[in-house]
């Protein structure tokens, strides 16, 4: 499946739809172990997105991935700002001189993850977004070797962000805020790693309607 920019602003909108329909289920599960302003700060990226979106379906994929990046870090603030920022600023660069495909984006974004995880200094297991980006990484780049057929692929990705986004919900945080709660954190699901899980089924759900 070859995909070109002109698809970002249908996506653009519908991670805005998604997370503006997930607000207050979100919003819980930062207020019990976080500090309450995720989605917030993931609003006004998307927001910032929106407004670009027409410049960013001009552009080859390697620059719309650094604008997107950089507008992210310039606005949405927090650590998630920084990391998403991170994530697609690494992918923007894996992805220069290549062509952006199912056989390339593995690879891709899998640079991305990489980079997050150096960020953040994190890692799988510590009840943060990565316990749904590492999985999803993982699956790409294993179906890619195997051969594996796009729609499955797509499956498989929606199955391992789910199953990745519901393991934060008996992990103890080891990052961030929700650190200083120690064994408290237990029993509730990342914030972070939900909005992942949502955003990332959303843009599956897209890619499957092209």
Do not use: Y
Not at 8 to 28: F, M
Not at 77 to 98: C, I, P
Request: include cysteine; hydrophobic fraction near 45%.
């Amino acid at each position: 499946m070859t995909t070109n920019t002109t698809l970002l602003p249908a996506l653009i909108a519908t991670l805005q739809k998604t997370i503006n329909d997930n607000v207050e289920e979100v919003t819980e599960l930062d207020r019990a172990i976080g500090d309450g302003d995720h989605v917030v700060n993931l609003q006004r990226g998307l927001e910032a997105l929106a407004k670009i979106s027409d410049e960013l379906a001009k552009l080859e994929w390697s620059p719309a991935l650094m604008k997107i990046g950089m507008t992210l870090m310039s606005t949405m603030g927090g650590a998630s700002g920084s990391l998403f920022g991170t994530l697609f600023v690494s992918m923007a660069k894996a992805a220069k001189s290549k062509d952006f495909d199912s056989s390339t984006f593995p690879d891709i974004f899998m640079a991305g993850v990489e980079s997050v995880k150096q960020r953040g200094k994190a890692d799988i297991g510590e009840k943060t977004m990565l316990d749904t980006l590492i999985p999803v990484a993982n699956s790409l780049f294993a179906d890619k070797a195997n051969n594996v057929e796009i729609n499955q692929q797509l499956d498989n990705v929606v199955a391992e962000a789910i199953k990745g986004m519901e393991s934060t919900k008996d992990l103890i945080a080891t990052k961030g805020r929700a650190s200083f709660l120690g064994e408290r954190s237990k029993g509730h699901i990342d914030a972070g790693a939900r909005t992942s899980q949502l955003m990332i089924c959303a843009i599956v759900d897209v890619l499957t309607q092209q």
